[in-house]
């Protein structure tokens, strides 16, 4: 199949075009409804040219035009519809072909497989490459919608969210069950015969009697017995079954769950140096994680939404999707690697979870300002802003009073800078009682960070009217969240995996930013009957 480019800006009427038979009181309803403005404005915006890669450089079959495989999936996002649904709505609503341009085709050009093919293409291609040619699309849509409102770039909000992943929470029983049993599965299913005393796992009603018939002393006996299986199975499959991922799901678990101990497994302990957040919470996806925030536990993957906001509306022009112990900081890191540098300068407004002196650094590099309105952890000290760092914050120049220190140095693993001063000039400073010095016979010493003096600045900050009006402006992005879980269904998607889930992320922003690009051109009383070229 090779790649043909859509020409959105032109499509010839054909005489049986669905469009000509419309009444003037249905264009006007069509001039008022999401159509109008998807097919005026966004369609022929999408960029088609960094799909070409999805396809043979070969004259053959010409593909599904992509603006439309790409505008059909978030028209999907946008009315929760499912595969199916879009495929019959292009068929025989008006407004679907409207927005995507088809009115003229004699033929729709989706079929029941068009979607999830296009899908399966991009997915292949970043594992590949790395390079997300959805998240790309709906970025650069994004801004264009940007653009469009009118809306100050300059000034940002950030703000991230757990995901669920669409799985069961196992208990260990059940995830080392699972892991055995689909190994053995696959085993007899190629026609190889299992190991005598394994048969069992290809028994359908197996699984509830392990697991669920099964008195809770007796679990420590059951997990052992299944360890045993365990080792028995994974002997038997060496080398063969190297490629299949069950087996190498099988050797990921009894890693990250057991100790092998002369040939014998036993369950990891925390004597045994505990388990990381990696580990497989389901094998049905291997990407999800564990966190736990705020009390809760979260098993799937955290999200990070940069949004731009004004008079006019506000447009999520940046978003990224990871397991769910990345850290905030990290997102912030990746994001201002992502904006470069900045010649009229941004302002970004977070939480304290977004900090670090390295996204700092980076962010005066890039002539960005971070602005954290709710700061974690404890107070510092407020004379610690004062004290004057070299650049590489790892000797102290000047305290507050301006007297260099006697002697210092410098603690790599704490960041911290330990520095002597001359009792004279302690014993007599106005600051003493502020700074508090630890005293000794001959000097005053004083442990203070850069980390510190940051933190006691953004301290500073927090009663003056600008900082009051970023909190207030922050507190806009808390609402994306809410959207996404309550109108999109971010914790119910139907498809798991980090590189799909990121994939369905994407095209769900899509759709909530055009839905507020919709309403403000409906705000402008821009309603006028569509015209046809």
Same mark, same amino acid.
């Given at each position: 199949m090779s790649f043909k480019a859509n020409n959105a800006e032109y499509q010839q009427m054909s005489m049986m075009d669905s469009f000509s038979g419309l009444t003037p009181r249905e264009l006007k309803f069509l001039g008022k409804s999401w159509a109008r403005y998807f097919g005026d404005y966004i369609f022929p915006k999408i960029n088609e040219t960094?799909?070409?890669?999805?396809?043979?450089?070969?004259? !053959?079959?010409?593909?599904?035009?992509?603006?439309?495989?790409?505008?059909?999936?978030?028209?999907?996002?946008?009315?929760? *519809? !499912?595969?199916?649904?879009?495929?019959?709505?292009? *068929?025989? @609503?008006?407004?679907?072909?409207?927005?995507?341009?088809?009115?003229?085709? @004699?033929?729709?050009?989706?079929?029941?497989?068009?979607l999830g093919r296009f899908r399966e293409r991009c997915a292949s291609y970043e594992t590949a490459t790395g390079k997300d040619l959805i998240g790309d699309a709906i970025k650069e849509l994004s801004g264009q919608m940007a653009e469009m409102m009118k809306i100050d770039r300059s000034l940002k909000r950030m703000d991230s969210m757990m995901i669920a992943s669409n799985i069961k929470k196992m208990s260990r029983l059940e995830l080392?069950?699972?892991?055995?049993?689909?190994?053995?599965?696959?085993?007899?299913?190629?026609?190889?015969?299992?190991?005598?005393?394994?048969?069992?796992?290809?028994? !359908?009603?197996?699984?509830?009697?392990?697991?669920?018939?099964?008195?809770?002393?007796?679990?420590?006996?059951?997990?052992?017995?299944?360890?045993?299986?365990?080792? *028995?199975?994974?002997?038997?499959?060496?080398?063969?079954?190297?490629?299949?991922?069950?087996?190498?799901?099988?050797?990921?678990?009894?890693?990250?769950?057991?100790?092998?101990?002369?040939?014998?497994?036993?369950?990891?302990?925390?004597?045994?140096?505990g388990m990381g957040s990696n580990i497989v919470q389901n094998p049905s996806d291997p990407d999800a994680t564990f966190r736990e925030k705020a009390g809760r536990e979260h098993r799937g993957y955290a999200a990070n939404v940069l949004e731009s906001s004004g008079e006019n509306g506000s447009i999520i022009e940046d978003f990224q999707l990871e397991k769910n112990n990345y850290s905030d900081n990290a997102f912030l890191k990746d994001e201002l690697e992502a904006l470069g540098k900045q010649q009229n300068g941004v302002t970004i407004v977070a939480d304290g979870a977004y900090g670090g002196c390295e996204s700092r650094k980076l962010a005066e590099e890039n002539n960005v300002t971070i602005v954290n309105t709710n700061l974690t952890g404890r107070e510092t000290e407020d004379i610690a802003a004062d004290f004057i760092f070299s650049e590489d914050g790892t000797s102290v120049l000047f305290c507050p009073a301006g007297h260099k220190p006697k002697s210092g140095s410098y603690n790599k693993t704490t960041g911290q800078c330990a520095v002597s001063f001359h009792r004279e000039h302690c014993e007599s400073c106005p600051f003493k009682d502020k700074c508090r010095p630890k005293e000794f016979k001959k000097t005053f010493k004083k442990i203070v960070s850069v980390k510190s003096k940051q933190r006691a600045i953004q301290q500073r900050s927090r009663n003056t009217d600008d900082f009051k009006e970023m909190s207030h402006f922050r507190n806009g992005v808390e609402s994306v969240p809410s959207i996404l879980r309550r109108k999109y269904h971010v914790d119910k998607m139907p498809v798991r995996g980090l590189i799909k889930v990121r994939m369905f992320f994407a095209f769900k922003i899509g759709a909530l930013n055009f839905n507020r690009f919709c309403t403000y051109m409906q705000g402008l009383g821009s309603c006028a009957v569509p015209a046809k070229s």
């Open positions: 960094p799909f070409a890669v999805l396809y043979s450089s070969k004259d !053959s079959r010409p593909n599904c035009p992509v603006n439309i495989q790409v505008g059909a999936l978030m028209l999907k996002e946008l009315n929760g *519809m !499912s595969d199916d649904d879009m495929l019959q709505a292009l *068929m025989f @609503d008006v407004r679907f072909q409207y927005a995507l341009h088809t009115t003229a085709y @004699d033929e729709q050009p989706l079929s029941d497989r068009t080392l069950y699972t892991v055995v049993a689909n190994m053995a599965k696959e085993v007899s299913e190629s026609g190889v015969e299992l190991p005598e005393g394994l048969e069992h796992y290809t028994d !359908s009603g197996d699984r509830n009697v392990v697991i669920y018939h099964n008195r809770s002393e007796d679990t420590a006996d059951r997990i052992s017995k299944i360890l045993d299986e365990a080792r *028995m199975l994974k002997d038997f499959c060496e080398p063969d079954y190297d490629e299949s991922s069950n087996y190498q799901m099988l050797l990921r678990v009894l890693q990250e769950q057991t100790v092998d101990e002369n040939g014998e497994y036993r369950l990891r302990t925390k004597e045994d140096g």
